[in-house]
């Protein structure tokens, strides 16, 4: 996996539509398990290398915080809602090599994200409050994935392989919880009577919002737009979709490498602060910008 780590880095970024400078790759995968039965002797603990591979595994009894980590985990990480553990990206049978097979754990605490990233054989801590969080994008090619997760002291990148789609969605669903608590209850009164019939739209809009299926609060599309005949295939189309909460920009298109593959990115932006500069730091089309302003006003015309 490490000297295909170029090639799928790549393929993975499909088009950088969304605007931002990245400060931190984090390495990720799979999906691990829920809370164990601490009565269950099947839950016992399992060693590092036998228990290795491209997922993210949720921290537990039965796979512990990798011993590199052990002297940073305080009692706040201990009572994370959501802690994680990020592979590094390496074969199995390269990982027999090393002593510490783990990147990053994650944690989701009560007031904050805690990043703990592997620099050789130390560890650096990386503090992010919710309120800091500015948005949160995931962006999915086949089995290549990634998480951006924008704050404004820069922005954090997970790639991921999209097997890991159930834990990315629950990780990032407490986040956005979290981060984006601010709620419009009013806004439905104004735009969600003038929302899409999902059935007119197109298959690949279809079937990501029944991925967000009934776990996720309502979300009301609003705006579509489609590429004509006459635009370059490398622009890709949106969706606009609006909750009490968020703003969701779907954005997907066609890739030029493989026939029949599409690439889909779902943007999560707060309603509370979508004025005109804050939305130009993601969004590079000026129609998708404007567009994004506009239900602003209406939010705030709701509030009133």
């Given at each position: 996996m490490e000297?295909?780590r170029?090639?799928?880095?790549?393929?993975?970024?499909?088009?950088?539509?969304?605007?931002?400078?990245?400060?931190?790759?984090?390495q990720?995968?799979k999906?691990?398990?829920q809370?164990?039965n601490?009565g269950?002797d099947?839950?016992q603990?399992?060693?590092e290398i036998?228990a290795?591979g491209?997922?993210?595994?949720e921290?537990?009894?039965?796979?512990?915080?990798?011993p590199?980590?052990?002297p940073y985990?305080?009692?706040?990480?201990k009572?994370?809602?959501?802690?994680i553990?990020i592979?590094r990206?390496?074969?199995r049978?390269?990982?027999m090599?090393?002593?510490d097979?783990?990147?990053?754990?994650?944690?989701?605490?009560?007031?904050?994200?805690i990043?703990?990233?592997?620099?050789?054989?130390?560890v650096?801590?990386y503090?992010v409050?919710?309120s800091?969080?500015?948005?949160?994008?995931?962006?999915r090619?086949?089995?290549?994935g990634k998480?951006?997760?924008?704050?404004?002291k820069?922005?954090?990148?997970?790639?991921?392989?999209?097997?890991?789609?159930?834990?990315?969605?629950?990780?990032v669903?407490?986040?956005?919880e979290k981060s984006?608590?601010?709620?419009f209850?009013?806004?439905?009164e104004?735009?969600?009577?003038?929302?899409?019939?999902?059935?007119?739209l197109p298959?690949?809009?279809?079937?990501e919002l029944?991925r967000?299926?009934?776990?996720?609060?309502?979300?009301?599309?609003?705006?579509y737009?489609?590429?004509s005949?006459?635009?370059?295939s490398?622009?890709?189309e949106?969706?606009?979709?609006?909750?009490?909460?968020?703003?969701?920009i779907?954005?997907?298109?066609e890739?030029?490498?493989?026939?029949?593959?599409?690439?889909?990115?779902?943007?999560?932006?707060?309603?509370?602060?979508?004025e005109?500069?804050?939305v130009?730091k993601?969004v590079?089309?000026?129609?998708l910008?404007?567009v994004?302003?506009?239900?602003?006003?209406?939010v705030?015309e709701?509030?009133?």
């Open positions: 000297k295909d170029s090639h799928k880095e790549n393929s993975g970024q499909c088009w950088e539509y969304f605007q931002y400078q990245t400060i931190i790759p984090l990720v995968s999906r691990g398990l809370e164990e601490p269950d099947t839950f603990e399992i060693p036998d290795f491209p997922w993210i595994l921290i537990c009894k039965k796979y512990p915080t990798p590199l980590f052990l985990i305080t009692e706040e990480i009572q994370a809602q959501m802690l553990k592979p990206n390496m074969d049978k390269e990982a090599k090393y002593r097979l783990y990147d990053y754990v994650m944690g989701i605490c009560s007031k904050r994200l990043i703990l990233e592997r620099v050789n054989d130390q650096r801590e503090s409050f919710y800091e969080v500015q948005g949160i994008q995931i962006t090619e086949l089995l290549i998480v951006l997760l924008y704050t404004e820069g922005v954090f990148q997970i790639p991921y392989n999209t097997v890991s789609d159930d834990i990315i969605k629950r990780f669903k407490l986040l956005r984006f608590a601010v709620d209850p009013k806004v439905s104004k735009l969600f009577g003038k929302n899409l019939d999902i059935q007119r298959h690949l809009f279809q079937t029944m967000m299926g009934d776990a996720e609060e309502p979300f009301f599309p609003l705006y737009r489609q590429i005949r006459w635009e370059t490398s622009m890709p949106w969706l606009l979709l609006v909750s009490c909460r968020e703003l969701l779907l954005l997907a298109r890739l030029w490498n493989a026939n029949g593959i599409h690439s889909i990115s779902r943007l999560h932006l707060p309603l509370s602060r979508l005109k500069s804050f130009k993601f590079a089309d000026d129609k910008a404007a994004c302003v506009e239900v602003y006003q209406k705030l709701a509030s009133e």
